[in-house]
Each structure stands twice: as structure tokens, then as C-alpha cells.
Nanobody, 119 residues
Framework: QVQLVESGGGLVQAGGSLRLSCAAS????????MGWYRQAPGKQREQVAL???????NYADSVKGRFTISRDAAKNTVYLQMNSLKPEDTAVYYC?????????????WGQGTQVTVSS
């Protein structure tokens, strides 16, 4: 089992910045990829950014050049630095950890943190 605790959400004006953090605990050694998803009201959850154990990253087109995902293995924490925020970035942001089991992978989710960008 993996537990994820997110922090860092809040209210910010358009053009501002926020940094989200997600601390993992439990079966840390089983974690492979980690990432961030978001879900806006009335919309489906979408991938924002992903980082592998090896440090490779992948971003949604809508956030490329503005968001940066990083990972601190020593702290078992993944970060999402969000710059040049836009009102359309308003959503609940969820942390994801993909853990490797013996025969399958398991997705673990955080509780979500609200990000609100005012115009």
C-alpha cells in the first residue's frame, strides 16, 4: 500500500505561481511512475504531468512550458511547479503513484488539492 498526501493548493491570480507537493509513504520501493492529474468541474480527470523513476517527464500540451514536474527520491516527494497560471488551470489536482506488484501495477491517488486561478 502507498499513501499520498498533497499540499500547496490555493487561490492565485492569473499569471501567478503555485507549487504542489505530494509526499508518499508506505511501500515506497514499489513506486515506479508518479504524476499529477486534474479535474475541473463538469470535466473528466486529465493527466497534467508524469515523471518516471528514471526522471523522464511527460506533459499535457496545455501546460508545456509553464509547469514543471520534479521528484525528490530522498524525501519520497513529487512536486509540480506551476507558473503563468491561467483561469483554465482551475481544478482539483490529484497526485498519482503507480506501484509495481508481482503480477500487476497498482494506481494510488491522493485526496486532491484545490487550485483556483482568478482572472
Amino acid at each position: 500500500q502507498v499513501q499520498l498526501v498533497e499540499s500547496g493548493g490555493g487561490l492565485v491570480q492569473a499569471g501567478g505561481s503555485l507549487r504542489l507537493s505530494c509526499a508518499a509513504s508506505g511501500s515506497i520501493s514499489s513506486i515506479n511512475d508518479m504524476g499529477w492529474y486534474r479535474q475541473a468541474p463538469g470535466k473528466q480527470r486529465e493527466q497534467v504531468a508524469l515523471i518516471t523513476n528514471g526522471g523522464s517527464t511527460n506533459y499535457a500540451d496545455s501546460v508545456k512550458g509553464r509547469f514543471t514536474i520534479s521528484r525528490d527520491a530522498a524525501k519520497n516527494t513529487v512536486y509540480l511547479q506551476m507558473n503563468s497560471l491561467k483561469p483554465e488551470d482551475t481544478a482539483v489536482y490529484y497526485c498519482l503513484a503507480v506501484a509495481m506488484g508481482l503480477y500487476a501495477t497498482y494506481d494510488y491517488w491522493g485526496q486532491g488539492t484545490q487550485v483556483t486561478v482568478s482572472s
